[in-house]
């Protein structure tokens, strides 16, 4: 009866020191090493490593983020000149940033990741609950129109389908 108990004992033990040696493979050390992939790490040392378009209405033309030696960009690519050019002064509009928020803002690393470019050449985005407008080295700011929509029912894009 012992040496039964004994053997249960024993490979109950044995099995709890497989599984711990398999869960301690994976060290922290592993997981930072890992990290330095992951796309938004890497973008910010391998320069313009993808482009996702954001196409304008004109659907000629697409603005599109990246990173550079400069820090976070954004750019406006026309297609039929085939040209890339950084969309706006992001130094200057970090300098309207900080003056409007209180806060510092680097213009290496500006705190919103979605623009709209409108057709009079004015920049639009969204931060700290306000609506942007950054247009010829003027910035203006309002405060977010609440959305009234209820955001627990999913519509369909045409709206036929609850």
Do not use: C
């Not at 044995?14 to 301690?24: D, E, R, V, Y």
């Not at 300098?95 to 979605?114: A, W």
Request: hydrophobic share 35%; net charge negative.
């Amino acid at each position: 009866m012992k040496s039964g108990i004994f053997k249960i004992n024993l490979i109950f033990f044995a099995s709890l020191l497989l599984i711990h040696s398999g869960f301690t493979q994976i060290t922290e050390d592993t997981y930072h090493k890992a990290e330095y992939f992951l796309s938004n790490t890497i973008q910010r040392e391998i320069y313009h490593l993808d482009v996702n378009p954001n196409w304008l209405d004109d659907k000629k033309s697409f603005w599109h983020q990246a990173y550079t030696e400069d820090g976070k960009r954004f750019f406006l690519t026309t297609i039929e000149k085939g040209e890339t050019k950084v969309a706006f002064d992001h130094e200057e509009l970090a300098r309207l940033l900080t003056e409007k928020s209180g806060e510092s803002i680097d213009s290496k690393s500006l705190p919103f990741n979605r623009i709209q470019l409108k057709d009079d050449g004015s920049i639009v985005f969204d931060w700290m609950n306000k609506n942007w407008t950054y247009t010829n080295g003027d910035l203006e700011s309002e405060r977010a129109a609440s959305d009234s929509r209820d955001r627990s029912v999913s519509i369909s894009p045409d709206g036929n389908w609850p």
